[in-house]
């Protein structure tokens, strides 16, 4: 006959063992945290973002990452905002720094994470670029870079242009010659708005260099860009370059994503990007497509726009913040960005003191990148400034297919920047 006894006494010691939180055969392994990460859908964004993921996983076997995708351009920006107003936010989400985060209303909205451990292993100067309010709301995510024009080796030698445009008139004279040679001069990739900005955005060194208060004064409503020459010159570009018809014919219904092909291939001779663009080139054209400076009025004053990294933010929604800080504090990791190279390509420098170093045999452009980063640039208006009108992708567009001139777009945008300062409550506005 069984000892009732015996019995007892050893469930109570499963039950003692139980709660003194002893693991004891045949427990239950600890439940997992599942949390959620809203990111871009774009192939290569989706490819360093699974990296990063399956590295912390493996690193935090109780956390599970689920990926979220949203679209790019406006509507992925217009998702975004929808989603952190109405509380629906993933628990983290990557997004751009700069003066975009304003926009967010980040203090009622996202996470302050200024007292995190994180920052002893990121550059200081990344700071401004996630700061409202004195605050800080995001951890780097990404590499730094800058707007800059890609340009196809062979095209140019084909073409007789044997330098480097230093100055925007030798860049139009070198387009022109390659227009002369049957190859559209510029891509356009105007199907994706938010390409179309980049001659406005890439052509802040030269509005700077020219005018050195133009950031405290726009952003205390003392300068327009319709009014101040050296600003009004970055719309310009675009109406001059359409009017010379520089851009291949369909740029209207091409998109970002045909571009690395276009250019690899020599389809095209130039391409005004940002940086990240360089992992989009074929490996095989990688050693073809080099960068350069938007050029100026003055070879004396070339230099480079430079742009921060996105950031990784944590929404206030969160329901699971202890694990969605681990995934925060491990992107700024050696092992996050090394998750990141592995995921994708190396295409520039993190903003961590422990980062992943260049591995050999990296693009030509990302070389030409490094070089360009020696010498003299200046941050995006955007870094500077708390302020950027959310249209400028749309009015772009307008300028670049002559719909609108550049003074027309140019006042456009100066009233949408007066839209977006008087939403953000900012004085003077």
Avoid at 246 to 273: D, H, Q, R, V
Wanted: aromatic share 10%; glycine share 8%; net charge positive.
């Amino acid at each position: 006959m069984k000892d009732r006894r015996f019995s007892k006494a050893i469930a109570l010691t499963v039950a003692g063992t139980l709660a003194l939180g002893v693991s004891i055969a045949g427990a239950p392994a600890q439940a997992a945290t599942t949390i959620t990460w809203l990111t871009d859908s774009g192939a290569n964004n989706l490819a360093r973002v699974n990296s990063v993921v399956k590295a912390f996983q493996a690193k935090n076997p109780t956390i599970k990452v689920k990926i979220v995708t949203r679209p790019g351009g406006s509507t992925g920006d217009n998702l975004v905002k929808t989603k952190l107003a109405t509380g629906t936010m993933s628990d983290v989400f990557d997004y751009n720094s700069g003066a975009l985060v304003s926009a967010l209303n980040p203090a009622k909205t996202i996470v302050d994470v200024s007292k995190e451990s994180f920052w002893q292993n990121v550059y200081p100067s990344y700071k401004p670029a996630v700061t409202v309010a004195a605050k800080q709301y995001g951890a780097p995510f990404g590499t730094a870079g800058g707007g800059a024009l890609y340009y196809n080796t062979k095209v140019l030698a084909a073409a007789g242009v044997t330098s480097v445009p230093k100055t925007w008139n030798d860049f139009i004279a070198a387009s022109q010659k390659i227009k002369a040679n049957g190859v559209d001069a510029i891509c356009g990739s105007f199907a994706d708005s938010w390409s179309a900005q980049l001659l406005v955005l890439a052509d802040y060194f030269n509005v700077q260099a020219s005018v050195k208060n133009f950031a405290a004064d726009y952003s205390a409503n003392k300068a327009k860009f319709a009014y101040v020459p050296q600003a009004l010159a970055s719309f310009s570009k675009m109406e001059q370059t359409f009017a010379l018809g520089l851009y291949n014919k369909n740029a209207a219904t091409t998109k970002y994503s045909e571009i690395g092909k276009l250019i690899g291939a020599g389809k095209c001779g130039f391409y005004p990007m940002g940086t990240w663009f360089t992992q989009d080139i074929p490996a095989e054209n990688a050693n073809e497509v080099g960068l350069m400076n938007l050029p100026g009025t003055s070879a004396k004053s070339n230099g480079l726009t430079v742009w921060m990294p996105g950031a990784m933010y944590i929404a206030k929604s969160s329901k699971n913040l202890v694990a969605a800080k681990k995934l925060q504090a491990f992107v700024v990791t050696k092992a996050g960005t090394d998750a990141w190279v592995k995921g994708d390509v190396y295409s520039g420098p993190f903003m961590t003191k422990d980062q992943t170093a260049a591995p050999a045999g990296v693009p030509l452009a990302t070389k030409n990148l490094a070089s360009l980063m020696k010498g003299a640039s200046s941050p995006a208006l955007e870094y500077v400034s708390a302020i950027k009108g959310p249209h400028l992708d749309s009015i772009c567009v307008q300028v670049l297919t002559g719909q609108v001139s550049a003074k027309e777009g140019a006042a456009l945008y100066d009233k949408d920047v007066a839209a977006q300062a008087q939403q953000l409550g900012i004085k003077g506005w």
